[in-house]
């Protein structure tokens, strides 16, 4: 689809211990034996963008965003990391202004690591901070203590990064409201230009739900956490933070270009294992397995493991879907004429802007923000 913004993100499947929350498809060196080396894996994510970019062909052009997520992406070091954004650049080239953004753990940082990145291209670092609370981070099986977010954002904008991001979990068993309240306080006295704050979810299978199931910890509860996301916007509000995404928040300037672009159905290529891609009316994602993987791309072979076709109907229902979590929201014409009525009524029930309304669009109200979930599953069924 030339003439459209083309994003990269690349997977980083490392982690030094899994958090007992998560389940991204990230391995610790236990978990993984001899089957992949972690010191050349950035080798193996170049050779996916060099398949990529003779894949796309002359659909190929300038990277507008590059995004190194994971598990825990500075595991590859400073050096691995720059020589990955070599490789984009070599096969694709960057745009101008592009945004080049790697996700951090604050403990896996110092200020030599953050100019050495600053060097090389990256003009984004996003960091995991969760809390400052000690009893959350213990809850959340965080390795980093208490403060070393905060120390990590610091020592990016002293090292010269004019976007720094921290992300919060709210509604851990155990977290008070002040604990929250701290936390996002801590996040914004860093002087960081965007905050996420996500409210936990408990997934099965991961270690955090086998305590929840034996009676351990509480399950999260969804009143508090619509609490505690009120918490998180008042803070925030009040120090210069507008909302842009339900989960997201920015100083001016500050927004994240790259998830923009999933939420306005830009196009994007996933390197990495498990990663997922999406060009045109086409989407594919990568076999999971670091070891599969990597022997796939040794071989040639594509690393795609399914890859579907959407439907015009499929692609109107993401608009929507992916649309009204922004600030910005959606045209009402986006929306298939039988939701129009549905939409009308959530705006006499005050979760959808009567202003915007007026204007032909659908903008969620901060009441609407807390049941965007309900709101966009009823517009999308009707």
């Known amino acids: 689809m030339p003439g459209r913004p083309l994003g990269l993100y690349l997977h980083v499947p490392f982690c030094t211990r899994r958090c ?8 610790t060196a236990t978990e993984l034996g001899g089957s992949v080396r972690r010191d050349d894996f950035h080798a193996v994510l170049a050779a996916e963008v060099r398949f990529a970019a003779a894949e796309l062909g002359d ?3 300038p990277i507008d965003t590059v995004f190194v997520g994971g598990g825990t992406p500075t595991l590859l070091g400073a050096s691995g990391l720059v020589a990955l954004l070599d490789a984009v650049r070599s096969e694709f080239g960057l745009a101008p202004g592009a945004e080049v953004t790697t ?3 604050p403990d896996t940082v110092d200020g030599p690591f953050l100019e050495a990145l ?8 996003s960091f995991g901070m969760q809390s400052t609370a000690p009893n959350v981070l213990a809850v959340l099986d965080r390795t980093h203590a208490p403060g070393a977010g905060q120390a990590a954002a610091r020592a990016a904008l002293a090292a010269g990064f004019a976007h720094v991001s921290l992300d919060l979990i709210y509604g851990t068993p155990g977290e008070s409201d002040d604990d929250l309240r701290r936390s996002v306080s801590d996040a914004v006295e860093t002087g960081v230009d965007h905050v996420s704050a996500y409210a936990l979810v408990v997934e099965d299978g991961t270690p955090l739900a086998r305590r929840v199931r034996r009676g351990e910890v509480p399950a999260p509860d969804d009143d508090v956490a619509a609490t505690r996301y009120e918490i998180v916007d008042a803070v925030l509000r009040d120090a210069g933070y507008r909302w842009y995404e339900v989960s997201n928040w920015a100083r001016p300037g500050g927004a994240c270009r790259h998830n923009l672009g999933y939420w306005h159905d830009d196009d994007w290529w996933g390197v990495g294992p498990g990663a997922h891609s999406h060009v045109g009316d086409e ?3 990568n076999v999971k397995h670091p070891a599969t993987y990597a022997d796939r791309i040794a071989t040639g072979q594509s690393p795609a493991a399914e890859r579907e076709v959407l439907t015009a109907e499929q692609r109107a229902m993401e608009r929507v879907m992916l649309g009204l979590r ?3 929201g959606l045209e009402v014409r986006d929306l298939a004429p039988r939701a129009v009525p549905v939409a009308e009524e959530f705006v006499g029930d005050g979760l959808l802007d009567p202003s915007a309304w007026a204007t032909d669009r ?3 109200t901060d009441r609407g923000r807390l049941l965007a979930d309900a709101v966009i599953r009823d517009l999308v069924s009707a």
Do not use: P, S
């Open 118 to 125: 600053l060097a090389g291209g990256y003009t984004r670092i």
């Open 283 to 285: 989407r594919w994602w």
């Open 103 to 105: 996700e951090a753990n």
């Open 20 to 27: 007992g929350y998560c389940d991204f498809n990230t391995y």
């Open 326 to 328: 922004l600030a910005e």
């Open 59 to 61: 659909q190929a052009r």
């Open 362 to 364: 659908l903008v969620l």
